[in-house]
C-alpha cells in the first residue's frame, strides 16, 4: 500500500489549493480514503474520510473547521484523491496526508492508516 500526497505550499489567506493523492497497491474502492493533517506541536486531526466503497457522497466526513471550505474528490481511474481548498485561514496551516480511514465507533472518532509521505500547506496571514 502506497499514498503519496502533494500540491502543498504557501498561499496567502483567503487563498485556495488542491492537494493530489497517488494511491497504489489496493483497490480504492474497497476502502474508505480521506485526509489527515498535523500542525507543528499538535496532534493530527482529521479532516476528512469518503464514504464506504470510497464514494464521496452526503456519508463523507468533514471536520467542523474545515465544512463548506473543503471538498474531497475520488477519481478511481486514476487511482487518484484530490483535496480541493478554498479559503484557506492560518490555522490550516499543516502538514496534510492522504490515508485510508474508518470511523471508530467505540470512542466516536475517525482514525487513519497507511499513510504515506505528507505535504506541506502554509497559510500566511
Known amino acids: 500500500v502506497q499514498l503519496q500526497a502533494s500540491g502543498g505550499g504557501l498561499v496567502q489567506t483567503g487563498g485556495s489549493l488542491r492537494l493530489s493523492c497517488t494511491a497504489s497497491?489496493?483497490?480504492?474502492?474497497?476502502?474508505?480514503l480521506g485526509w489527515f493533517r498535523q500542525a507543528p506541536g499538535k496532534y493530527r486531526e482529521g479532516v476528512s474520510c469518503?464514504?464506504?466503497?470510497?464514494?464521496?457522497?452526503?456519508?463523507?466526513y468533514y471536520a467542523d473547521s474545515v465544512k463548506g471550505r473543503f471538498t474531497l474528490s475520488i477519481d478511481n481511474v486514476r487511482n487518484m484523491l484530490h483535496l480541493q481548498m478554498n479559503s484557506l485561514k492560518p490555522e490550516d496551516t499543516a502538514v496534510y496526508y492522504c490515508?485510508?480511514?474508518?470511523?471508530?465507533?467505540?470512542?466516536?472518532?475517525?482514525?487513519?492508516?497507511?499513510w504515506g509521505q505528507g505535504t506541506l500547506v502554509t497559510v500566511s496571514s
Open positions: 490515508a485510508q480511514c474508518r470511523f471508530e465507533a467505540s470512542y466516536g472518532e475517525y482514525e487513519y492508516d497507511q
Open positions: 497497491g489496493f483497490a480504492l474502492d474497497e476502502y474508505r
Open positions: 469518503s464514504g464506504f466503497g470510497g464514494r464521496v457522497d452526503d456519508s463523507t
